[in-house]
């Protein structure tokens, strides 16, 4: 019965440091933008890079591959790489957003909304 109540005490401490915590949270987002990640497929004939926002910024495409003229494997290949660097990018914004919750002082596990 008294589980429910466990981090109450801590959702109070938080409370009362709110404009820290805001500024924090502001801090944090800032650093997750600073997050990147790559991707490849087609042994680099497609690369991928996203930020932490999860939106690409960037995309090449071999000569290699543009000779090959297959729309399907190139379509692939781009899915394949822009995947690859979605999930790198989830990693590493997870990684990001345990270890600065923890320096804010947030219970593990909490789920920040708008970081990832």
Do not use: Y
Not at 17 to 25: I, R
């Amino acid at each position: 019965m008294f589980e429910m109540f466990k981090g109450l005490g801590q959702m109070a401490s938080l409370l009362k440091n709110l404009p820290k915590l805001q500024e924090q949270m502001g801090q944090m987002q800032e650093a997750l933008a600073q997050v990147s990640a790559e991707g490849d497929a087609g042994a680099g004939m497609v690369k991928a890079r996203v930020n932490g926002k999860f939106e690409v910024v960037a995309l090449s495409i071999s000569e290699e591959a543009m000779k090959l003229n297959d729309r399907e494997m190139l379509e692939d290949l781009i899915r394949a790489a822009v995947n690859q660097a979605m999930t790198r990018a989830r990693q590493a914004v997870h990684e990001e957003t345990t270890k600065l919750a923890a320096n804010m002082g947030l219970p593990p596990g909490m789920n920040l909304p708008g970081m990832g």
